[in-house]
């Protein structure tokens, strides 16, 4: 994909909004930010939305929208919007690059190519490294079966297009392979402290958090389909991809 798609009025209008989504979204806590709905449920204590073995790491809104730049500018250059945007909101904050903070940053990144591709190679081969990787490791080959998890991006890529395509599923297989991406690196890092009984504990909480994380990027994509087709008209531009059947309010005049 060329560069110059960032270079348009309508790629550079998508680029400033979605840096301003991702400055907001990292600032906000999914834990927080749920936080009332599981008091409300009783389940307060339910761990959901936290890095396990992580002191003090959360996942952000930023989660809900983040590989939907893949479909808009393309999966090259959609890769690039997303690392611009988290590391820009990164400087402004004065975040410390340290190592789980750089590491971080690749997850979104390879979700947003599997949601801005088709059938390509590196949509099958991540998912599958993923899975190598975690049991080769001496704690993750003892749950060897989490890692099945990552085989749900290769399942829906191999889905006939009028379903591998809906909106959802393309989002459950970009929140899956992030998933992979983080999950396969989270045994080596040396400042994280995983067992056996953690992976296990985490399966019900990774069923919820991905599905919820499916949910928001398909809400976020039939937003930004919305809004980049009502600015068309005046923002003409061959470089920016919408989907037309996620368009809300058509003109059917």
């Known amino acids: 994909m060329k560069l110059n798609k960032l270079l348009t009025k309508k790629g550079i209008f998508f680029l400033l909004i979605f840096s301003i989504l991702v400055f907001v979204g990292e600032r906000i806590n999914l834990p927080k930010l749920v936080w009332p709905l599981l008091t409300y449920l ?6 959901l939305f936290r890095l396990v073995g992580a002191e003090n790491q959360f996942f952000t809104l930023f989660q809900f929208f983040g590989p939907i730049a893949g479909f808009f500018l393309g ?5 690039l919007s997303v690392l611009i ?9 004065h975040t410390t690059f340290d190592l789980v903070t750089v590491l971080r940053l690749a997850p979104m990144l390879f979700a947003a190519w599997y949601f801005g591709t088709k059938k390509d190679k590196l949509s099958f081969l991540i998912p599958i490294a993923a899975i190598i990787l975690f049991v080769a490791h001496p704690i993750g080959r003892q749950v060897w079966y989490f890692s099945l998890f990552w085989t749900i991006p290769i399942i829906v890529k191999l889905l006939p297009k009028k379903y591998g395509e809906r909106a959802f599923l393309k989002g459950l297989g970009a929140t899956f392979t992030a998933h992979a991406v983080g999950g396969a690196m989270w045994n080596y890092l040396p400042s994280v402290s995983m067992t056996p009984a953690l992976w296990n504990n985490l399966i019900p909480m990774v069923i919820a958090e991905r599905i919820l994380f499916a949910a928001g990027i398909a809400g976020s994509f039939i937003l930004f389909n919305t809004l980049l087709d009502k600015a068309d008209s005046k923002t003409k531009s061959e470089y920016l991809s919408i989907d037309k059947r996620y368009v809300l309010f058509k003109n059917t005049a």
């Open 42 to 47: 009783g389940i307060e204590n339910f761990p």
């Open 75 to 79: 999966p090259v250059v959609g890769v």
């Open 85 to 93: 945007a988290e590391i820009a909101g990164k400087i402004y904050v």
